[in-house]
């Protein structure tokens, strides 16, 4: 059996500007969630990854990650709003 992915496509969606805040947002959880499973798995900061080791450079707060970790964690949120979007859903602030 060959598996063939069918992502959703999600190219025709435009995000407004004001969804940057939760880009943002979910940036930095994806980040904090990615971190905790690695501590989790006994990997620590080191300054350079080693596998071996466990050590892994970007197990700091997001705000010192280098902005290309943090640019790739804003296109994962990026494409989760966006699929949310193509299915259909509405993503609404409601404590304003």
């Not at 705000?63 to 989760?80: F, G, H, S």
Request: proline content about 5%; glycine content about 4%.
């Amino acid at each position: 059996m060959t598996y063939i992915p069918k992502p959703i496509d999600i190219a025709h969606i435009q995000l407004s500007e004001d969804i940057s805040e939760l880009t943002e947002l979910l940036a930095k959880n994806t980040h904090d969630v990615w971190a905790a499973q690695r501590m989790k798995e006994g990997w620590t900061y080191g300054p350079k990854r080693d596998d071996s080791k466990k050590e892994h450079p970007c197990l700091v707060e997001y705000e010192e990650l280098p902005e290309q970790e943090k640019e790739y964690d804003r296109l994962t949120a990026i494409n989760a709003i966006k699929t949310i979007a193509a299915l259909g859903f509405h993503i609404e602030r409601t404590d304003k």
